[in-house]
């Protein structure tokens, strides 16, 4: 693994140490309001966004060990739970923003999920263009 990072450019290292950090934080939370609050924490949520935030204590901490060993696959999944949890977030908030725009500007919430999930798409392409899977790499090498 070691070897993964240190073959990426020093900009790439960066933006998936801010992956690790940003996913690792919402696999904690996420895991610690499904266990002080059960599968009902999201209740005001719709159904299908309340299986989805649940799902998260799963799959945060999936993208943290795909990330972490610089798989492709990890990335990837990545963007899909960033551009779901905004998605989410954005449809169960919506009756409190439009209420209070003001919420907007809190430190917690829609700001930073939004802004993290801005980063992740931004750089998810760039990303991908720097990482290979070892599948990968073989196939080039039994190419040439």
């Not at 020093?10 to 690790?20: F, G, I």
């Not at 934080?25 to 649940?54: D, K, R």
């Not at 196939?139 to 040439?144: A, D, K, V, W």
Request: glycine fraction near 6%; charge should be positive; charged fraction near 15%.
């Amino acid at each position: 693994m070691r070897e993964k990072w240190s073959s990426l450019p020093r900009w790439a290292r960066w933006v998936l140490a801010v992956y690790l950090i940003g996913f690792g934080e919402g696999a904690c939370v996420h895991l610690y309001w499904v266990l002080m609050n059960g599968i009902h924490t999201f209740a005001h949520f719709p159904m299908v966004s309340q299986v989805y935030l649940n799902a998260l204590a799963l799959l945060d901490p999936l993208v943290v060990v795909l990330a972490a060993r610089v798989r492709r696959s990890g990335i990837l999944l990545a963007v899909v739970v960033m551009t779901l949890d905004v998605t989410t977030n954005w449809i169960g908030n919506w009756p409190w923003v439009k209420a209070d725009p003001a919420r907007l500007l809190q430190p917690v919430g829609l700001l930073p999920i939004t802004l993290f999930g801005l980063f992740v798409l931004l750089s998810a392409v760039p990303l991908l263009r720097v990482t290979t899977d070892t599948a990968e790499r073989l196939n080039y090498m039994i190419r040439t």
